[in-house]
């Protein structure tokens, strides 16, 4: 905020005016027709009142008919009166009005469909049309199924009319060919998820989600299997990797559980089990195959063995020494060159990708002549540093580990080349 000049920084207009400028910045940058600005948490909590102000004002300084107010709110059910109560709802959208924020359309979520006198209740004491009150229900298979339960309950036509838009009718055959996939599947794979927060259900969220946008291209359902690393470190990897069609092995930090993924990345190799490496993912993987393939005892990432004969993983030269994590983390989207013939470009189809990424440790090139020789080859590079993006086996039915986080370009219709190719080997491999 050096525009500035020595002002008194106050929250009120110097953030609010700020929250406004990155909402016009996006609209201005995207030429979008329509920015969709979300707003969490609950109503009344004092994190999210500046938002809540910048919006008010933003409807002003744009027009109110060119802004549309959606609220959304939890419908409570009491199970023993089977009672559905409108109250809270009611609470909630008063504070909205005590700081001048009118709702044009409330969507109520709820476990079941909302009959008619409490629409009118919901309408009338919240100062809406009823055509306005949407339900929302719980969706029986998947989330993807949310948007035809809004297409069916008119909200695309609410949110049109109340902006003066003029639009056809949207055509959702594509999305509803993609949840019938996801719902009535013909094919089955189970896939290993091999990490160190497997039980946190969220903890690779986008990961799982781009399995299923791949299982869903490929007309198949992908069953996830979480497996803790340290179960493999104690078990061993065929008491839990047998009958696995392939093996995920996902991003992270830090050394428990090491040792397992490393066990679970020569299982995939040896066994011709599909496998796919992510960030640490994959250099779990050079580490497996420096050890086991090229004869490197011990060879391992500084990130773990800071003593280590043989640095296959380690900081940049011009990043070491420096303490602060921050300093040397590689954040964000960085351009790549996918190597020829390889099965990287098989995958993508093109020459150049942009990819993202959250990493601070890379592959040491002092390695790359061994180990490539051995036969881990490097399909891809960033541009213009050079710095290791994939790694494969060519004679191998999949293995491919990527030092970036594809799961975060997938998306339904569209999954991430990487993944849909990862289900299609485990497909191949029942």
């Known amino acids: 905020m050096c525009h500035l000049r020595g002002?008194?920084?106050?929250?009120i207009p110097h953030c609010t005016d700020e929250i406004k400028a990155r909402i016009n910045d996006v609209a201005l940058r995207s030429d979008a027709d329509v920015i969709i600005t979300e707003i969490g948490g609950t109503v009344g909590d004092i994190e999210g009142h500046l938002f809540l102000e910048a919006l008010r004002q933003f409807s002003l300084d744009v027009g109110r008919d060119?802004?549309?107010?959606?609220?959304?709110?939890?419908?409570?059910r009491i199970r023993a009166a089977g009672e559905i109560k409108t109250k809270p709802t009611q609470q909630s959208v008063a504070k909205l009005r005590e700081i001048g924020i009118q709702p044009d359309i409330i969507i109520c979520r709820t476990e079941h469909d909302l009959d008619e006198d409490n629409k009118r209740k919901i309408a009338m004491f919240c100062n809406v049309e009823k055509k306005n009150v949407v339900a929302f229900r719980d969706v029986e298979h998947t989330i993807y199924e949310c948007p035809i339960d809004l297409r069916r309950d008119k909200l695309d036509r609410l949110v049109a009319d109340r902006l003066g838009i003029e639009s056809d009718s949207p055509d959702l055959n594509e999305w509803q060919d993609f949840v019938e996939h996801i719902i009535n599947p013909t094919h089955e794979v189970k896939i290993a998820v091999v990490g160190k927060y497997i039980e946190l259900q969220d903890a690779y969220k986008s990961i799982y989600e781009s399995l299923t946008h791949a299982g869903a291209a490929h007309d198949t359902r992908v069953v996830v299997e979480r497996i803790e690393a340290e179960a493999i470190e104690k078990n061993g990897a065929a008491a839990h990797l047998d009958g696995m069609n392939g093996i995920l092995i996902p991003g992270g930090f830090g050394d428990r559980g090491t040792e397992g993924k490393i066990l679970t990345a020569r299982y995939a190799r040896e066994n011709n089990l599909p496998f796919f490496g992510i960030c640490l993912g994959m250099q779990i993987a050079t580490i497996e195959f420096a050890r086991n393939a090229c004869g490197l005892e011990n060879a391992n990432s500084t990130e773990f063995d800071k003593d280590t004969p043989h640095p296959v993983i380690s900081l940049q030269e011009e990043q070491q020494?420096?303490?602060?994590?921050?300093?040397?983390?590689?954040?964000?989207?960085?351009?790549?060159?996918i190597i020829p013939n390889t099965v990287a470009e098989k995958l993508y189809q093109t020459s150049n990708v942009s990819e993202r990424h959250r990493h601070r440790y890379e592959f040491n090139p002092a390695y790359r002549e061994q180990i490539e020789s051995a036969g881990l080859k490097i399909s891809a590079v960033s541009d213009p540093e050079g710095l290791v993006e994939i790694v494969e086996?060519?004679?191998?039915?999949?293995?491919?580990?990527?030092?970036?986080?594809?799961?975060?370009?997938?998306?339904?219709?569209?999954?991430?080349?990487?993944?849909s190719g990862f289900v299609a080997a485990a497909l191949a491999k029942k």
Not at 66 to 72: A, L, S, Y
Not at 322 to 336: K, Q
């Open 7 to 11: 002002k008194t920084v106050q929250f």
């Open 66 to 76: 060119n802004v549309c107010f959606i609220h959304v709110t939890l419908l409570p």
């Open 321 to 337: 020494g420096i303490e602060d994590m921050g300093a040397t983390m590689r954040l964000g989207a960085s351009e790549s060159k």
């Open 393 to 419: 086996i060519s004679n191998h039915p999949f293995f491919i580990g990527a030092q970036f986080h594809p799961e975060f370009q997938s998306k339904p219709n569209h999954p991430h080349p990487i993944f």
